[in-house]
T-cell receptor, first 116, second 112 residues
Framework: GAGVSQSPRYKVAKRGQDVALRCDPI?????LFWYQQALGQGPEFLTY????????KSGLPSDRFFAERPEGSVSTLKIQRTQQEDSAVYLC??????????????FGQGTRLTVV | TQLLEQSPQFLSIQEGENLTVYCNSS?????LQWYRQEPGEGPVLLVT?????EVKKLKRLTFQFGDARKDSSLHITAAQPGDTGLYLC????????????FGKGTRLSVIA
């Protein structure tokens, strides 16, 4: 596809359920980022990959959050034992080169997670 | 503590009016970007500014990076309903490999 694709677009999970969110970056993009955006807030950084290497996971809020990008392309963000405070839009972005800001990052439409 | 403070948080204006939104920090950034986000969509990059004092224009939008690289502004001339959206500033800190940090955004509504 032409852009960053995320699935599902919407996910409703019962509290305690595990979820997996998928991101298909733009083909050939080296860097991939995950952000969490709560209602009415700006995106908050979660984690960053360069190819298959997870170089920064300092933004992951707890050990219930796990991200992987095993082949340096598609990435999955997994949340275990979801809690209501996990409800947010999860955004994925990819960029051609490094995370340095002069390289444009393209965002997907996001996955809206609602934990009930 | 929010690293990037945006103001105002909400802005509702009539079509044809001018407006300015601000992005301020006590930290120095190597560069700063402005994004626009519409409901149900991801942020879309509008501009990147990298040099202190830099001014960039994109049609009716004018972006300025402060001389000290701590702040930025976005000015819209003759606003149109199509300008409605959430405007986000985001920056990379000067101090090395740090993630892109976002402000909370300014939600703009332009009424026809």
């Amino acid at each position: 596809g032409a852009g960053v694709s995320q699935s599902p677009r919407y996910k409703v999970a019962k509290r305690g359920q595990d979820v997996a969110l998928r991101c298909d970056p733009i083909s050939g993009h080296v860097s991939l980022f995950w952000y969490q955006q709560a209602l009415g807030q700006g995106p908050e950084f979660l984690t960053y990959f360069q190819n298959e290497a997870q170089l920064d996971k300092s933004g992951l809020p707890s050990d219930r959050f796990f991200a992987e990008r095993p082949e340096g392309s598609v990435s999955t963000l997994k949340i275990q034992r979801t809690q209501q405070e996990d409800s947010a839009v999860y955004l994925c972005a990819s960029s051609l080169e490094s995370r340095r800001l002069n390289t444009e990052a393209f965002f997907g439409q996001g996955t809206r997670l609602t934990v009930v | 503590t929010q690293l990037l403070e945006q103001s105002p948080q909400f802005l509702s204006i009539q079509e044809g009016e001018n407006l300015t939104v601000y992005c301020n920090s006590s930290s120095v950034f190597s560069s700063l970007q402005w994004y626009r986000q519409e409901p149900g969509e991801g942020p879309v990059l509008l501009v990147t500014v990298v040099t202190g004092g830099e001014v960039k224009k994109l049609k009716r939008l004018t972006f300025q990076f402060g001389d000290a690289r701590k702040d930025s502004s976005l000015h819209i001339t003759a606003a149109q309903p199509g300008d409605t959206g959430l405007y986000l500033c985001a920056g990379a800190l000067f101090s090395g490999n740090t993630p892109l940090v976002f402000g909370k955004g300014t939600r703009l509504s332009v009424i026809a």
